[in-house]
């Protein structure tokens, strides 16, 4: 027995006519362009006219394995408020209903569809335009041909056997079509692992005042996306060097060996804010979504949710309750603290830590409970700490910024992987490793924390495990270098040329451009390590950059003027109590390399006793070459083989 098909049901309402099978909404007869979920939120609101729907009821049902906010439910209802707006006065359709949620007022029919209107929604459906054959109200009279042609065979006949062999060719072209578009559809089905890159946003106005948000709004909207799984989001270090350009979408999807890219611009006018993003497939060369927001200024603090919400609901993401729960956790409440917060981010990726801690304070001083605003806070004073040589002071700060963000979100990755590389700054790798274990189980495709395990792995002297969990972060974030860093693990073993070929492009980092020369300084290219270590003293007078300008003195032959800035650096460092073991040991280098032995094995065992037991190192390095034959030197050989041992079976017991 048959069973009957479902009736389709269409919904009038004024001069609009809702097509929930064919998903379609016309206004007079013409399609009126909808996003999907702005569809779905019209026909639950159609479906449920003069009824109020609750706020939390309409989010459950439209985005049940999503995080978003109101903020959400309000673009949609906003953008058919514009859909519906007929051009007639005093026209309403959907009633805000303050604090609970909406209503739909417009009296609404439920109809059966006529052929007529079977065909508009159809033609509509595929982008043509429906229209009926003129008859002038007669019938048109059947043409029956019975001529009798060659063979016997009447016209008929032959019709009859032409249609059937019609038929056959249009069944196997379709048998055919329907099997090539189930390999386009499974060659152009979405991977498991979305990558994504999300780039500055552009500022129209082009007003200094406001330049801090392009930066800044994009690293918490990447924040935000790294706790999706099923995406692989490229870090704000990678996509600096977008800031305020005119990007080729392919290009850079190329660069950056992404197939999603997540645009966009804002325009500041007193109090109002616009910022029109679009998601780009750039693989499918299309776009997933693109819709602008309008808000108050107050307000930007729902932009990040707002922009994570429809990434997820525009790539058609499932997320686990835990996904949610991260998602829905350490969301800013202060508005100004909020301001401050992106302009401390905006800062720190300029290298201006002092400012940035400045922004970072005041944050949290108005927002106590924001606990992304203490990791950051914690990263920017072991910065200072490091590279400005502000040492133990600021080393405490940090500290004390990572257990109050690890204390209001246990979950949040970033106080985690800035922790475990203070800690190995700090002479504490044994700690660290750990740390970033965990966060790998949890996050395994997470490339800043398997390029922090490399960072630790080479403190331990497991070189080769070093580079092999930085490869693998480079594998994550190909061609764009992770943090502005380098694998130092090349240099250590010897491999120069590879270690000058895997650092970035840049002219403006202290810490690469003294890491330039220093891997032309062990090739013996000494103009251009020259050139470099002038360069990035020049940039900034850090630690490395120091140690640089030593260099640069021993390379024009001016020792005693290289051993006065090195004794220089050496009192900062023991006044501030700086404890960035790799760094220090570079200042022993220099001693070794200028000739003053006893303050090279007197830092050397400093850094040893810091934590950077490297022991492979160590114990080949060229530069350290005039030590070999001291006492001291054998004593200190040892004291490192033995911790790098201990590292090493702790770790990696059995080899």
């Avoid at 189930?182 to 152009?188: E, H, M, T």
């Avoid at 401390?344 to 970072?360: C, E, H, K, T, W």
């Avoid at 103009?527 to 260099?551: E, H, K, M, T």
């Avoid at 080949?620 to 590292?647: A, G, I, M, V, Y």
Wanted: net charge negative; with cysteine.
């Amino acid at each position: 027995m048959a069973i009957d098909k479902q009736e389709k049901v269409l919904y009038e309402f004024g001069v609009f006519l809702l097509d929930p099978e064919e998903r379609l909404l016309l206004c007079r007869g013409l399609s009126v362009p909808l996003t999907p979920k702005a569809f779905d939120t019209l026909l639950l609101l159609v479906e449920n006219g003069g009824h109020v729907l609750k706020k939390d009821e309409l989010i459950e049902k439209l985005w049940p394995d999503s995080f978003v906010g109101e903020n959400s439910l309000a673009q949609n209802i906003s953008a058919l408020r514009k859909a519906l707006d007929d051009g007639s006065e005093e026209q309403q359709h959907i009633e805000t209903i303050p604090r609970l949620g909406y209503r739909f007022t417009a009296p609404v029919t439920r109809v059966q569809p006529t052929d007529n209107q079977a065909k508009t929604t159809t033609a509509a459906s595929s982008g043509q335009t429906a229209t009926a054959q003129p008859t002038n109200g007669r019938a048109l009279p059947a043409i029956q041909v019975t001529d009798v042609g060659l063979n016997g065979v009447t016209k008929r006949s032959r019709s009859k056997l032409a249609i059937g062999v019609m038929v056959v060719l249009v069944a196997t072209l379709v048998i055919g079509l329907a099997y090539l578009l189930l390999i386009r559809r499974s060659q152009n089905a979405r991977p498991e692992a979305l990558r994504l890159a999300v780039l500055p946003f552009r500022n129209i106005k082009q007003d200094p005042e406001t330049d801090f948000l392009g930066f800044s709004l994009a690293d918490v909207v990447i924040t935000k996306l790294g706790y999706v799984k099923k995406l692989t989001v490229r870090s704000s270090a990678q996509v600096e060097k977008y800031r305020n350009q005119t990007i080729d979408p392919q290009q850079v999807a190329k660069e950056l060996d992404v197939e999603l890219l997540l645009t966009g611009n804002f325009i500041k006018e007193g109090d109002n804010l616009r910022i029109t993003s679009q998601l780009l497939d750039v693989g499918r060369n299309e776009i997933v979504w693109s819709e602008p927001i309008d808000l108050r200024y107050d307000k930007l603090i729902t932009v990040q949710d707002e922009v994570t919400a429809r990434v997820i609901d525009g790539l058609q993401l499932k997320l686990s309750p835990a996904e949610r729960q991260n998602l829905a956790l350490d969301t800013p409440a202060n508005p100004l603290a909020y301001d401050y917060f992106l302009r401390g981010v905006d800062l720190y990726s300029r290298n201006d830590f002092a400012p940035a801690i400045s922004m970072f304070e005041k944050t949290v001083s108005l927002d106590p409970n924001y606990a992304l605003a203490w990791a950051h806070l914690g990263r920017t004073y072991n910065a200072l700490a490091s590279f400005a040589l502000e040492g133990n002071e600021a080393y405490d700060k940090a500290f004390r910024a990572y257990e109050k963000a690890l204390q209001l979100n246990p979950q949040e990755v970033e106080p985690r992987i800035y922790l475990a590389n203070t800690y190995t700054d700090t002479g504490r790798v044994t700690q660290a490793v750990p740390l970033l274990k965990e966060t790998l189980e949890a996050h395994p495709n997470l490339a800043e924390a398997h390029w922090e395990l490399g960072y630790a792995y080479r403190f331990g002297g497991m070189l080769e495990e070093s580079i092999a969990e930085c490869e693998q972060a480079r594998r994550l974030d190909p061609k764009v270098k992770i943090n502005n860093s380098a694998i130092n693990g090349y240099l250590y073993t010897g491999a120069y040329q590879k270690f000058l070929q895997s650092l970035p492009a840049t002219d403006t980092n202290a810490y690469i451009v003294f890491y330039r020369g220093y891997g032309n300084y062990y090739l013996k290219n000494w103009s251009n390590a020259a050139a470099d270590f002038d360069r990035a003293y020049q940039i900034a007078p850090s630690l490395y950059s120091q140690v640089g300008a030593a260099l640069r003195k021993s390379i024009a032959g001016h020792k005693d003027q290289g051993l006065v800035l090195l004794h220089d650096l050496e009192d900062k460092i023991q006044q501030h109590n700086v404890r960035d073991a790799e760094g220090v040991y570079k200042v022993a280098q220099a001693y070794a390399i200028l000739g003053d032995k006893s303050s090279a094995l007197r830092v050397l065992r400093r850094s040893i006793d810091g934590g950077f037991v490297c022991y492979p190192y160590i114990t080949s390095d060229p530069l350290l070459e005039s030590l070999h034959n001291e006492p001291e030197f054998t004593q200190l050989r040892d004291l490192t083989r033995t911790k790098h041992e201990d590292f090493k079976h702790q770790f990696f017991p059995g080899r």
